[in-house]
């Protein structure tokens, strides 16, 4: 019994003994405070920690100027596009008909004033030989001069309709990638009050900005020109550089 006791002490203490030394112990929590390192010198930084968002530098929202329904979509989310190209289309049947309703009032015009002028240089003609009265070829030269301008207004319309029946179809303003499309094929668009925005074309995703808001204990410390690193969440393991390019009031 004595020898079962003896041996349970020893492994008692053989067990305190590693418990003491063993690095989570006692003795391994003193000795982890401890650390040595040569003597160097070194530069103290002061870091400004700021978050944001990120966009492209030039982003253009490619709008319709006309009402109507969309009729066709050539474009779509990544899609490059060039300047002029053609990204959708609205349809053109009722601005068509407005064009051909112009064309007419144009031509019934054109036809009134050339009467007018005949009627005019006849009345003339006639006052010549004093054979009407002055009052009869004033009135004839009043409706000549009210049609005259009326042919102006009547070409006005017809341009004007000509652009509207041009602007359904719409175009890319820029180069650049399609990042984002808010309709889709039969949609109605209306731009009684704003243009509606069809694409969000952004022109070089190559050249990004950062909008960040910085604490005002900080803004101090920005100066344009100084050399920035950031992170995204989509790429956590780069490090990204750029250049502080304003600082905005």
């Known amino acids: 019994m004595k020898r079962v006791l003896l041996l349970a002490g020893a492994i008692f203490l ?11 112990g006692r003795g391994g929590e003193e000795a982890g405070k401890y ?8 530069d103290v930084a002061m870091t400004v920690t700021a978050t944001g968002t990120i966009s492209a530098v030039t982003t253009v929202q490619v709008g319709s ?26 349809d053109p049947t009722t601005f068509e008909a407005a064009v051909a309703q112009r064309r007419a009032d144009v031509e019934q015009s054109e036809v009134r004033l050339r009467n007018a002028r005949v009627q005019m240089l006849r009345q003339e003609q006639l006052l010549a030989k004093q054979l ?16 005259e301008a009326q042919i102006s207004q009547v070409k006005a319309a017809l341009l004007q309709a000509q652009t509207n029946l041009g602007y359904t179809r719409i175009r890319s303003p820029i180069d650049g990638v399609v990042v984002q499309r808010s309709v889709e094929v039969g949609q109605t668009v209306a731009a009684s009050l704003q243009a509606p925005t069809i694409f969000t074309i952004a022109e070089d995703l190559r050249r990004m900005e950062v909008y960040a808001s910085v604490d005002e204990a900080d803004i101090g410390r920005v100066r344009v020109g ?10 956590p393991a780069d490090t990204f550089r750029g250049e502080v390019k304003q600082i905005r009031l």
């Open 132 to 147: 009407v009265a002055q009052a009869d070829y004033d009135l004839a030269k009043a409706d000549f001069d009210a049609l």
């Open 226 to 235: 100084q050399e920035v690193t950031f992170t995204v969440t989509s790429f």
């Open 35 to 42: 650390k040595t390192a040569l003597v160097d010198r070194g």
């Open 65 to 90: 100027q006309v009402s109507g329904i969309i009729a066709a979509l050539y474009a779509d989310f990544n899609t490059p596009v060039t300047k002029g190209q053609l990204v959708a289309e609205l």
């Open 14 to 24: 053989a067990g305190l003994g590693l418990w003491y030394f063993l690095p989570g």
